[in-house]
T-cell receptor, first 115, second 116 residues
Framework: GAGVSQTPSNKVTEKGKYVELRCDPISGHTALYWYRQSLGQGPEFLIYFQGTGAADDSGLPNDRFFAVRPEGSVSTLKIQRTERGDSAVYLC?????????????FGPGTRLTVL | AQKVTQAQTEISVVEKEDVTLDCVYETRDTTYYLFWYKQPPSGELVFLIRRNSFDEQNEISGRYSWNFQKSTSSFNFTITASQVVDSAVYFCALPFTQGGSEKLVFGKGMKLTVNP
């Protein structure tokens, strides 16, 4: 079956611009996660959705970052007034229900470059 | 809080060599899971294994095997008879329960290069 998909695969933008990154989770998965991976590092948690609601947004670095999942499926990560330090690979993952016993399956990521 | 340490940052081997990737973790949880993921050059994180803290038996899947030792808080991964296609960055991860989520805490990863 289809895995987690993310679009675009690459995004180049200028400092100060607004960007949206999209994640389409595995069908039927209620839990959705966003992570950010900087060069040479492991992924770091940003936000977790259970259904339509953001159950844990403790990893968002500041209020320029926001994410939505209006219908409990596709999610969009939004970054306002981008800064060069936002350059990274943004990974999306989904799991069946978000429980400890579930496995998170990752998408291919969106590589964001802020010039 | 959870912590995962992958002390090796990069390893280079010749095809058919065996290689072991180390993972040491810290957790206060009595029940937990451990994961290994593979990230090939394409960038996608590929799930390899999930292990329950109650099960300390070694696991083997083809050329891959995992050694979980609770006494030393280690979950090491061995690739037997490595192949060029094994070249990737490998991550060990541990879930951290907070705020209703089971977010994964990753190590920094270990880059494996298998040369022909």
């Amino acid at each position: 079956g289809a895995g987690v998909s993310q679009t675009p695969s690459n995004k180049v933008t200028e400092k100060g611009k607004y960007v949206e990154l999209r994640c389409d989770p595995i069908s039927g998965h209620t839990a959705l996660y966003w992570y950010r991976q900087s060069l040479g590092q492991g992924p770091e948690f940003l936000i977790y959705f259970q259904g339509t609601g953001a159950a844990d947004d403790s990893g968002l670095p500041n209020d320029r970052f926001f994410a939505v999942r209006p219908e409990g499926s596709v999610s969009t990560l939004k970054i306002q007034r981008t800064e060069r330090g936002d350059s990274a690979v943004y990974l999306c993952a989904s799991s069946l229900s978000g429980s400890l016993t579930d496995t998170q399956y990752f998408g291919p990521g969106t590589r964001l470059t802020v010039l | 809080a959870q912590k995962v340490t992958q002390a090796q940052t990069e390893i280079s081997v010749v095809e058919k060599e065996d290689v072991t990737l180390d993972c040491v973790y810290e957790t206060r949880d009595t029940t937990y899971y451990l994961f290994w993921y593979k990230q090939p050059p394409s960038g996608e994180l590929v799930f390899l294994i999930r292990r329950n803290s109650f099960d300390e038996q070694n696991e083997i899947s083809g050329r891959y095997s995992w050694n979980f030792q609770k006494s030393t808080s280690s979950f090491n991964f061995t690739i037997t008879a490595s192949q060029v296609v094994d070249s990737a960055v490998y991550f060990c991860a541990l879930p951290f329960t907070q705020g209703g989520s089971e977010k994964l805490v990753f190590g920094k990863g270990m880059k494996l290069t298998v040369n022909p």
